[in-house]
C-alpha cells in the first residue's frame, strides 16, 4: 500500500539557521499537500504542490515536488522560534485516502 | 458554529468498554478522515469516507467501526477499548480529493 516516509524525524536549529524536511513515497502521488502542527494543536494546511517539478514559495518556505511525483521537500530559510512544531507532508495516491508522512519536529534554540 | 467539531475533547474509558468519538462538520464535505496520532508514529489513517454509506478502511482499521450515515457526521466507535487505543484522534474533512483537509480540534483518549 501507499507510504510516506519522512525526514528527519527531529531538527534542533539555532534561530537564523536554515531547516530542511523530505517526503518520499513508495508510490506516484497526485499530489503532495504540507501541514504544520504547533504544540498541543491540531495540523494546519500549508500548502498543495500536484505539478511535477513545481516549486512554491510563502515568505522563507520554500516547497518542491519531485520531477518523479514521489518526493518532496520543505525549506525553511532563517528560521524563528514562530517555526516551532512538527511538520507533515501528505499524499493522496491513485485513490482519495490521504497519508501523512512521520512528520520532522522542528525546535529552534532562540 | 462553522467548521469542523470533534466531542469530547477529553476522555477517559475502561479497558473493554466501547466509546464513540464524534466529529461534526458544517462545510458539507465529502471527504472525511479519522487519524490516531502517537508519539513516533505521526498520523496513521484508521478510516475514510468519500460521502455518505461509502467508508474505506484505512492503515490500522482493527478494533475501530465507522459510520457515515449524514454528509457532516463521521463517528467513530472502539468497540471494546485496549490500553493500546489511548491516543489523540483527529477527525479530519475536505472538500475534494486534492483539497486541503480541515482538521478538528482532537480527542485525547485514555484507556485504563
Known amino acids: 500500500g501507499q507510504q510516506v516516509m519522512q525526514i528527519p524525524q527531529y531538527q534542533h536549529v539555532q534561530e537564523g539557521e536554515d531547516f530542511t524536511t523530505y517526503c518520499n513515497s513508495s508510490?506516484?502521488?497526485?499530489?503532495i499537500q504540507w501541514y504544520k502542527q504547533r504544540p498541543g494543536g491540531h495540523p494546519v494546511f500549508l500548502i498543495q504542490l500536484v505539478k511535477s517539478g513545481e516549486v512554491k514559495k510563502q515568505k522563507r518556505l520554500t516547497f518542491q515536488f519531485g520531477e518523479a511525483k514521489k518526493n518532496s521537500s520543505l525549506h525553511i530559510t532563517a528560521t524563528q522560534t514562530t517555526d516551532v512544531g512538527t511538520y507533515f507532508c501528505a499524499g493522496t495516491g491513485s485513490n482519495y485516502k490521504l497519508t501523512f508522512g512521520k512528520g520532522t519536529l522542528l525546535t529552534v534554540n532562540p | 458554529d462553522a467548521g469542523i467539531t470533534q466531542s469530547p475533547r477529553y476522555k477517559i474509558t475502561e479497558t473493554g468498554r466501547q466509546v464513540t468519538l464524534m466529529c461534526h462538520q458544517t462545510?458539507?464535505?465529502?471527504?472525511m478522515f479519522w487519524y490516531r496520532q502517537d508519539l513516533g508514529h505521526g498520523l496513521r489513517l484508521i478510516y475514510y469516507?468519500?460521502?455518505?454509506?461509502?467508508?474505506d478502511k484505512g492503515e490500522v482499521p482493527d478494533g475501530y467501526v465507522v459510520s457515515r450515515s449524514k454528509t457532516e457526521n463521521f463517528p467513530l466507535t472502539l468497540e471494546s477499548a485496549t490500553r493500546s487505543q489511548t491516543s489523540v484522534y483527529f477527525c479530519a474533512s475536505s472538500g475534494g480529493v486534492r483539497t486541503e483537509a480541515f482538521f478538528g480540534q482532537g480527542t485525547r483518549l485514555t484507556v485504563v
Open positions: 462545510w458539507s464535505h465529502s471527504y
Open positions: 508510490t506516484t502521488l497526485s499530489n
Open positions: 469516507s468519500a460521502a455518505a454509506d461509502i467508508t
